[in-house]
């Protein structure tokens, strides 16, 4: 480094060390290293960066978040960063202590690189104190101290931020860079102040520089950052030409075909020929789902962009060329939305017929044909054709497809559904409709999977409709010419895990709250926190015959949801049951919650033929809060809590019988009451229930209350009381006790 920058260091060393700033006081150990390997895409890329390190070639090494990662996502990192072979440990969502057990879990063993540049923090903001993150800055720092002696390191500050969902961004981070020159001791460890870089004449970040949600940068935020870095490795001895030999390998990246989607592979001739039609979107999966179906299927796809439907009717027989597939799975959509390269543009009609022509070749070819549902467009203007794209001609486009799909029975794979509402999650940004490596990778297990499932189904046979279960909301229906939505016939299967949306869009906020779900971190464990969009997820019981079903409410006090596990959902499933997991409104919205689970009643039962469930024993479990709410709902299920939407409405929501686990607020939201006899009022028929508690649980009384005034008023009801266990039920063995109640109840329809 060169000398000014040394001596501002020192100075500034010298300053903070002197000041009531107490950061040096407080040992690195006290930071404890915290291990986050969820989602798989986590645990995947960390595994990665274990066998890279091990190499041994690492001269570069980059530590960060989201900002730092997504420097593989520009189209010049290669040239840039592969002659230093750069390692890069920036994980999206990353936190100071995250990557303190990442550098002590192999990432950097067996390396000894020249220079390490960190910039670390932004997702403890808000979380922690500044003077706590600069303590988990100062700890990863010791870590590579003692790892890579030999290393020079470089820290840079948070870059400037103004998050478009919090407050006050810009001068929590301020307050955490102040702290961070006292790290570097102008020898080993040196503070770089890039920060001014991305500020504009004002003192703000630069709009230009970032991404919608000014906190990711952009493009040119990233040419900002590398000349920035540039001198800096220089300095630290690295030049690219040093390092040609490598760069040459990893041109030899584009015939790997489990990295490049266009280097198809040399089929394996005892396996099935799949072939993946679609645009950039299905570029983006097609690597990963080789890698996933490697040993099952010999996976291909079309050289370049297949772009739009009338572009796919030019070339169809161009892609098919003259092999022999076993199951094409293909897409259209995107681009006849927006219009992109078109003239004329794209209408429902047109692209509809576009999709017939195109269905139609791909029948001759009798392999198994799949249609992957077009994934959420970026509602609003686009920037260059200026269609504005709204749920409305979503809508249109999606109802066209399918209504092709179903005159041709082919069936479909819904990717709409697992991203919309959580764009802000998978997507690269607000206006842009690719996806980061984890939407990519869940996109590439829902691809591969339904892949696999259709191999073992073979060829689609004729007039047979075998539509899968799908999200159910209006832009999503099947439909047929005359409008109305089609009854599914005996072979459309249901897959587990559907989801099963309650509400109109327009209902819950509109496209942005799509199936959208807020969680929180509460001492490393991540809670359910807010639900807009609420919906069922199900799990059917595997049955010949019609199962009896729940919707199964969780408690959680109305403020968070703790969702049932595998191993609950199993109990259920070993009684025959089927199991609808609802996600009721939350936080704090208790009619909102009772308006939800009567619609949930109402949709079961009429899909019960659907959902392979008997309508006549459909039933609520609840516990805790849930409890309360599936209790109010058998007294109240007469109420108009909302007006009528559609057919399913027609339905009643009485439940058949209820199960209620340590049930809350029957005494009240607040506990101020005797008995809360406005919302239990025992003056309808209430469906048969079996009631338990722990006998030290507080609200154990309200319970026992509920059960008296309920056989008083002519109800069945059964109450099960432990001596131990409080709320939560801790240590009693209730489900046997409940479960054979439920077999009394439902008799020869459990198998």
Request: aromatic fraction near 8%.
């Amino acid at each position: 480094m060169n000398a000014s920058r040394k001596h501002i260091t020192l100075i500034l060393t010298l300053f903070l060390a002197c000041s009531a700033f107490t950061l040096h006081a407080a040992p690195p150990e006290t930071v404890v290293p915290q291990a986050r390997l969820t989602p798989e895409w986590r645990a995947e890329r960390h595994a990665e960066k274990v066998a890279q390190a091990k190499t041994g070639k690492a001269k570069l090494v980059m530590i960060g978040d989201s900002i730092t990662h997504n420097w593989e996502k520009q189209k010049n990192y290669a040239e840039i960063f592969a002659p230093y072979n750069t390692l890069n440990l920036g994980f999206g969502g990353d936190r100071t202590q995250h990557v303190l057990w990442r550098l002590q879990n192999g990432e950097i063993d067996g390396i000894a690189p020249k220079l390490v540049t960190m910039m670390i923090g932004t997702n403890n903001i808000k979380r922690d104190e500044p003077t706590d993150i600069a303590l988990g800055i100062k700890a990863i720092i010791a870590e590579l101290r003692q790892r890579l002696p030999a290393s020079k390191i470089v820290v840079f500050p948070i870059f400037p931020r103004n998050h478009t969902r919090t407050e006050g961004d810009f001068e929590a981070v301020k307050e955490v860079n102040k702290l961070l020159p006292a790290l570097a001791d102008g020898k080993q460890v040196f503070h770089v102040d890039i920060g001014q870089n991305f500020m504009d004449d004002r003192g703000q970040p630069t709009p230009e520089l970032y991404g919608r949600d000014l906190l990711h940068l952009s493009n040119d935020g990233y040419a900002v950052w590398l000349k920035a870095l540039q001198p800096i490795l220089g300095e630290a001895g690295l030049k690219a030409k040093d390092d040609k030999p490598e760069a040459r390998a990893v041109k030899k990246k584009s015939e790997d075909p489990f990295r490049d989607p266009f280097a198809n592979p040399a089929d394996d001739p005892a396996l099935p020929r799949v072939l993946i039609i679609g645009d950039s979107i299905s570029i983006g999966y097609t690597a990963a789902v080789r890698n996933l179906l490697s040993g099952k299927a010999n996976v291909h796809r079309v050289k370049g962009n297949c772009r739009y439907s009338a572009f796919g009717v030019q070339h169809i027989d161009e892609w098919l060329g003259k092999g022999d597939w076993d199951l094409i799975h293909f897409n259209f959509g995107l681009w006849d939305w927006y219009g992109w390269s078109q003239d004329p543009k794209a209408t429902p009609e047109s692209y509809k017929a576009n999709l017939d022509q195109i269905v139609t070749k791909l029948k001759a070819t009798r392999a198994k044909l799949i249609f992957a549902l077009t994934t959420p467009p970026c509602i609003g203007p686009d920037r260059k054709m200026k269609i504005i794209i709204t749920e409305e001609r979503a809508k249109e486009f999606n109802d066209a497809a399918l209504t092709v799909m179903k005159q041709h029975a082919v069936e479909i794979n819904d990717l709409y559904a697992p991203i919309a509402g959580r764009r802000s999650q998978y997507q690269l940004g607000t206006n842009n409709v690719h996806y980061t490596d984890e939407g990519k990778s869940l996109q590439a297990k829902q691809v591969a999977k339904v892949i696999e499932a259709g191999l073992k189904t073979g060829p689609l046979a004729a007039g047979v409709d075998p539509t899968v279960g799908r999200e159910r909301f209006p832009a999503m229906q099947t439909t047929g010419e005359d409008g109305k939505r089609s009854r599914p016939t005996e072979r459309d299967k249901i897959q587990e895990h559907s989801i099963i949306r309650l509400w109109p869009i327009e209902q819950v906020g509109g496209e942005q709250n799509r199936l959208k779900d807020v969680y929180r971190d509460r001492r490393g464990r991540k809670q359910l926190c807010g639900v807009l969009d609420p919906h069922m997820t199900v799990h059917p019981a595997k049955s010949d015959k019609p199962t009896p079903a729940i919707v199964y409410c969780p408690g959680g006090a109305y403020r968070i949801l703790a969702i049932p596990t595998a191993e609950t959902i199993k109990q259920w499933h070993e009684l025959g049951i089927t199991v609808f997991v609802l996600k009721y409104t939350i936080p704090n919205n208790l009619d909102a919650a009772f308006r939800d689970i009567q619609r949930a009643i109402r949709l079961v039962r009429h899909e019960a033929e659907r959902w392979n469930v008997d309508p006549n024993n459909i039933g609520v479990f609840g516990n805790s809060a849930g409890g309360h709410l599936s209790a109010r709902l058998t007294q109240n299920y007469s109420e108009k809590s909302y007006e009528p939407i559609d057919d399913a409405d027609k339905e009643s929501c009485e439940p058949n019988f209820a199960i209620l686990q340590c049930a809350a607020y029957f005494q009240g939201r607040k506990m101020d009451k005797d008995f809360d006899a406005e919302r239990f009022h025992m003056k309808n028929k209430v469906a048969p229930t079996f009631l338990t508690y722990a006998k030290d649980d507080k609200f154990c009384k309200g319970g026992i209350e509920y059960e008296k005034r309920l056989r008083e008023a002519g109800g069945t009801i059964q109450l099960k009381l432990f001596d131990k266990g409080g709320h939560g039920m801790g240590g009693c063995d209730w489900f046997p006790v409940a479960a054979e109640w439920i077999r009394g109840q439902l008799g020869t329809t459990i198998e």
